[in-house]
């Protein structure tokens, strides 16, 4: 049984509110969950970062992925995941666990999958809608301990930032006869549930009010003071992090995985690293002096069917291990996608850990530690090489033929 923090259920199970009462109640329980785990500062930095995205515990093999994750010893070190843990609160409930036994601290933003209300296994206690999921979602982490808000680590300021996807981030051509997001293409037009009264799905609305859930910006910039910043996302903040449509199985996807308000968060803040998640392809690109990394453990049919894509190495991987060749024809670890050992990524490290354990490979120095080295990624290596052409509609050969099939995020 999943225990869920009181406050915000007797502030949630008030009678049924007008609309306009409804948001307003909403948005002060926000702010009531907030000091439950608000943002905090500690004296004591972590040893090492490690990320990851889209953990996706209801298959079994991700499952016994995580459990194994959770009985490593990480005593020293902090674990981001970027989201999509699962739609099911028992499952996300026994992972955020597990994964805080084997952290010294965990930091975690929901995902759209954690918003879904109408998924058949769902064992969600109480929500009457996505919103409100979300806050009973925070004081469960509250409760495990786990951090969803910008917390100072010494000298290391971690920043989840909360954030939906809206239709008008997508501003490249459309290849024709695809259809628009709708209940049919996008599972969470169809999952997700909101109430009376609310901004509709795709709305850039709904996305502001998602974006108005996170800390007000000057505190969070307060904090970022003589720090090192990483901060991350569910969703994608600009579409440059997102192969063009010719190359996308469901083109409408554009349109339903980024936020411009979440894109103006981190231009304030500016942090050294963002994390983000949700397309599930591997990432590392570094776009004007902020480097975007997505490290997504994905379903476990897409790590055996399209490896090459989700993988993420370092340069400095022996040729020896470099005997697996994905669908591009291009060298890639030999690794069991199963076993998916690339992940968790190790993004930063502190100057005495270098100094300790010397690595391998061009760590990046920052004011205090250092970021990893560039880690390959074919889409990701695919754009260092060659601009983005978002106006060829021609469909890439793996298109044709497949193109209304629905996502997979
Ligand atoms: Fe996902
Ligand atoms: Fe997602």
Redesign the pocket.
């Known amino acids: 049984m999943v225990v869920i923090g009181t406050r915000s259920l007797v502030i949630l199970r008030a009678a049924r509110p007008s609309p306009f009462r409804q948001r307003t109640l909403i948005h002060s329980s926000a702010a009531a969950c907030s000091c439950l785990n608000t943002c905090a500062i500690s004296e004591q930095g972590p040893r090492r970062v490690l990320a990851v995205?889209?953990l996706?515990v209801d298959h079994p093999e991700n499952f016994k992925w995580t459990n194994k994750l959770a009985a490593t010893d990480h005593r020293h070190d902090v674990l981001i995941v970027a989201?999509?843990i699962s739609h099911n609160q028992e499952k996300l409930s026994q992972t955020l666990q597990g994964l805080t036994k084997a952290f010294w601290k965990v930091f975690f933003v929901v995902?759209n999958?954690e918003l879904w209300t109408r998924a058949k296994d769902d064992s969600m206690v109480g929500a009457e809608h996505s919103p409100q999921k979300m806050q009973l979602i925070h004081s469960l982490c509250a409760d495990l301990g786990v951090l969803t808000k910008p917390t100072r680590l010494g000298p290391v300021l971690i920043c989840p930032l909360i954030s939906w996807h809206h239709q008008s981030f997508d501003r490249e051509p459309d290849i024709p006869g695809v259809p628009r997001p709708s209940p049919l293409f996008v599972s969470d037009y169809r999952a997700c549930t909101w109430p009376e009264g609310f901004p509709g799905i795709g709305t850039e609305e709904l996305a502001q009010w998602f974006d108005a859930q996170n800390e007000p910006a000057e505190q969070i910039l307060d904090m970022s003071h003589d720090a090192d910043v990483i901060s991350f996302s569910h969703f994608l903040p600009l579409q440059a992090l997102l192969p063009e449509k010719r190359n996308l199985f469901y083109s409408g996807l554009a349109k339903a995985v980024g936020s411009d308000f979440l894109a103006r968060r981190i231009a304030e803040l500016q942090p050294s690293i963002h994390l983000f998640?949700?397309t599930?392809f591997g990432w590392d690109a570094t776009l004007d002096g902020i480097r975007y990394i997505q490290a997504?453990l994905?379903t476990p049919r897409e790590r055996l069917g399209r490896l090459g894509s989700i993988i993420l190495h370092h340069a400095d991987i022996p040729p020896s291990r470099m005997t697996r060749t994905d669908g591009a024809g291009h060298a890639i670890p030999d690794t069991d996608p199963l076993a998916a050992d690339w992940l968790p990524v190790t993004i930063w490290r502190s100057k005495q850990d270098m100094s300790s354990y010397p690595p391998g490979g061009d760590w990046q120095a920052l004011k205090h530690g250092c970021m990893c080295p560039p880690l390959h990624a074919r889409w990701s290596d695919y754009f260092q090489t060659e601009p983005r052409r978002p106006d060829d509609l021609t469909l890439a050969p793996w298109v044709k033929g497949v193109r209304r099939q629905p996502p997979a995020?």
């Open positions: 995205s889209d996706h989201g999509d995902g999958h998640g949700h599930h997504p994905c995020t």
